[in-house]
DNA sequence: CTGTTAGCGCCTTCAA
DNA sequence: TTGAAGGCGCTAACAG
C-alpha cells in the first residue's frame, strides 16, 4: 500500500526530484527528453501526485462541500447529480453530506468542511435558524445557498440561487384559470417558509386578477411529506367543497393528496384537478402522471455552481462580488388536470 | 480569507506552536493551565485545524470515495444516504462520484481519489468489464464492491457485499407460488448479468420444486428503466398468456409493466399479480403499492462500510483480510399481488 | 536546462 | 513541562 512518491521517482530517473515535478506540470524549461523519459517512469511505476501536499501550497483543493438535507429525498439526489456531474465538468469533486434537517449539524459540517480546507460550500434549502447560525462562516469560506434567495431581507456575505417561486405560484394558478377553475383550493402552505410564502403569494395574485377563489389549507407541521399531504387532504375530502382543483405546495403533498383521494373515491382527474409544484422525477411515474410546476434542477444546479466558482476563483485581493440568480420555473402538463367543465 | 494557524495562535498565546499543538491534542504532558489557556484562545480566534497537513503526515485523510452510476437514480441515493450517515458516525466523510454507468469514467475516479488520498472506496453496482478495469487498483486502494458479490469467480483483492439474490429469486417465486400462482412469468432477465443470473436462478428453483411454470422474457437492453420494462410488458400482453403473475427483475421494470398494463386494460392486481424487487421507495406510493422484494439497502450500506472500515484500520503490516457479506432479503407486501383464484 | 533550498501547516522525536 | 528541529510530498524561487 506504500504510494510511491516524487522522490522515488527522482531516485530511479536519477534526477532532482524538483526537475521531476517540473516533467510533470510540463514546465517549458527542460528538455523534452528528459521529461518524456520521467514521464514514461511515473506511468511506468503508477505515480501519482499527492493533492493534499500540492493543496497545502495552492491553499485550493478542488474540492466543493454539498450539504443537502436528505438525499434520499429524490428532489435533492437529482440537485445533486447535476451538482457534482457539472462541478466535475469544472474540475471539482463534492463532499457529500446530509444535514439530516438539523441546524447543529450543518454547523459541525461546515466545520468539519472547513477543517477539509474544501474551497466552496452550498448548502441547500436550509431554514432560517439555520442560515442564520452558519452565517459566521461566510466570511471564512465561499457559500453559495442553494434554494432561498427571494429572502427578505437578502442574506449577506454569500450568494444564492433559487426558484422565482412567486412566478412559479403565478403560472400554476394561470394554468389551472385558463383551464377553467375559478375556485380553487391551495394546499400545505407552510408559514415560515419564505419559499411558500411566494409561491401562495404569486397564486393569490393570479386568482385576484381573475377574481377566482383560492382556498388555503395550511400544513401545520415542519415538513412537506406525502404523509402531511395525505392527513391534509382527508380533512379537505371529508367536508364539503367547491374547489374544482388543487394546487398543492409541492410535489411529495400532491402524492398523499392523490392517495387521499383514493380512498375517498374521489377520482383525479375527473372530478378534480391537481397539481403539483417542483417536478420530481416520481411525478412522471405511471398511473401518476402529476401535473406540475418545474424548479429546473439542472439550472438551478449548474447556477450554483456557476456562482459558487465565480467566488473561488476571483482575483485575490478583490472584493467578494456576492450576487443572486433567479431561475425561471416552467409548467409541466401531465395528466392530473384537466378543463373544468361547467354543466 | 485567510485562515489562523497554530502559528497565530502560538505567537499570540507566547508558546511555541509544539506546545499549541500539544494543547490541541489532549496531550498528557502539558500543564492544565496553559491547555485551557491556548484552547481558548484557539476558540476565541476561530482556529480550525488543517486537516490536510495533518493527514500529510498521518498518511489517512478520513474520507472515503463513493462511486455509483448515478446518484438520482431512487436506488443508489438510498445506498448512499445510510452510506454517508453511517460513515460519518464513524468518522468518515464521504467524496460523492457518478460514474454515469462509464468504465473508462470509474478509471478516472479511481485516480482522482486516489490523488486526494482517500482511505478507502466503495464502488457500487460495476459491469464486469468496468470492474476488470479497476481490479488493478485494488492493491493501491482499499476497495469494497457494492452488490456484485455471488460473482464467480469471486473478485480478489477487495471485500464485497451483495444481497443473496439468489434467495430473493427464491423468496418471491415462492410467495406468488403461496398465492396459488402456478404459471409465472419473469420479466427482464438481462444474460450478462450476475445479478440477474442468480435471482432467476432462485426463482426457477422455486418453480421447479413446485413443479410450476416459469416463463423468462428477456431484456435485450443494457438498462433495466421503466421504459425498457413498459416495452416488454406490452409485448407480452400483445399476445395470447397464461401467468397468472408477472415477477419483474426490478422494481423500475416492475413500473413500465404497471404502465402497460394500464394501456392494455389489465388490471392489477385483479387480473394479473405483480411482483417487484429492490423495494425503491416509489414502490410504497398511492396507487403504485407495489409489492417486492427488499433488498435492505441500509443493511447493505453498513455492511460496506464496516468491510471497508475494517480493511483500513487492520495493523499496518498485517496481510489485508478480504471477506464479503451477504445480506438477507425480505419481502414486502403491498398491494399488487393477490391470491390466484381458481374458478 | 537542472539542482538546491525553503516552506505550506502540522506532528513527533529529542533535548533542555 | 516546554522548545527546537526534522519531515510528510510537493512547488517555487533562486542559483548554477
Redesign the interface.
Known amino acids: 500500500?506504500k504510494?510511491v512518491t516524487i522522490k522515488d521517482i527522482a531516485k530511479i530517473a536519477g534526477v532532482s526530484y524538483a526537475t521531476v515535478s517540473r516533467a510533470l506540470s510540463d514546465s517549458p524549461e527542460i528538455s523534452k527528453e528528459t521529461r518524456e523519459r520521467i514521464k514514461e517512469i511515473c506511468a511506468r511505476e503508477?505515480y501519482?501526485?499527492?493533492?493534499?501536499?500540492r493543496?497545502?501550497i495552492s491553499n485550493r483543493?478542488n474540492?466543493l462541500g454539498?450539504i443537502v438535507p436528505?438525499?434520499?429525498?429524490?428532489f435533492y439526489?437529482?440537485v445533486?447529480?447535476?451538482i457534482?456531474?457539472y462541478a466535475?465538468k469544472r474540475g471539482y469533486?463534492?463532499?457529500?453530506?446530509?444535514s439530516?434537517y438539523d441546524t447543529q449539524q450543518v454547523d459541525d459540517l461546515f466545520?468539519?468542511l472547513?477543517?477539509?480546507?474544501v474551497d466552496g460550500i452550498i448548502l441547500c434549502n436550509s431554514r432560517d435558524r439555520t442560515r442564520d447560525s452558519v452565517a459566521k462562516y461566510f466570511?471564512?469560506?465561499p457559500t453559495v445557498l442553494f434554494g432561498d434567495c427571494n429572502l427578505d431581507p437578502v442574506p449577506s456575505g454569500c450568494s444564492a440561487v433559487c426558484l422565482d417561486n412567486g412566478l412559479g405560484g403565478y403560472t400554476g394558478m394561470r394554468y389551472l384559470l385558463g383551464l377553467g377553475h375559478t375556485d380553487v383550493c391551495y394546499l400545505g402552505y407552510r408559514a415560515n417558509s419564505s419559499t411558500h410564502e411566494h409561491r401562495l403569494a404569486g397564486a393569490r395574485r393570479a386568482a385576484a386578477e381573475a377574481g377566482a377563489a383560492l382556498h388555503v389549507i395550511e400544513n401545520p407541521t415542519d415538513f412537506s411529506t406525502?404523509e402531511s399531504g395525505?392527513a391534509l387532504a382527508q380533512s379537505f375530502f371529508s367536508a364539503p367543497y367547491s374547489s374544482t382543483a388543487i394546487f398543492a405546495a409541492t410535489d411529495s403533498l400532491a402524492?398523499?393528496v392523490?392517495?387521499a383521494a383514493?380512498e375517498a373515491g374521489v377520482r383525479i382527474p375527473e372530478d378534480l384537478s391537481l397539481l403539483g409544484f417542483d417536478n420530481c422525477?416520481?411525478g412522471d411515474?405511471?398511473?401518476?402522471k402529476l401535473s406540475t410546476v418545474d424548479q429546473c434542477k439542472q439550472k438551478l444546479a449548474e447556477a450554483a455552481v456557476d456562482l459558487l466558482l465565480q467566488l473561488i476563483d476571483r482575483p485575490a485581493e478583490e472584493p467578494a462580488e456576492f450576487s443572486r440568480r433567479i431561475i425561471r420555473p416552467a409548467l409541466v402538463e401531465r395528466a392530473t388536470c384537466i378543463p373544468h367543465r361547467t354543466e
Do not use: W
Request: charged residues 15%.
Open positions: 500500500m504510494r503508477g501519482r501526485p499527492n493533492t493534499l501536499a493543496s497545502l483543493t474540492v454539498l436528505d438525499i434520499s429525498n429524490a439526489s437529482e445533486a447529480f447535476s457534482e456531474t466535475r469533486n463534492v463532499m457529500l453530506c446530509n439530516l466545520n468539519f472547513l477543517g477539509h480546507q466570511q471564512t469560506v406525502t395525505y402524492l398523499g392523490l392517495q383514493d422525477f416520481y411515474l405511471p398511473k401518476i
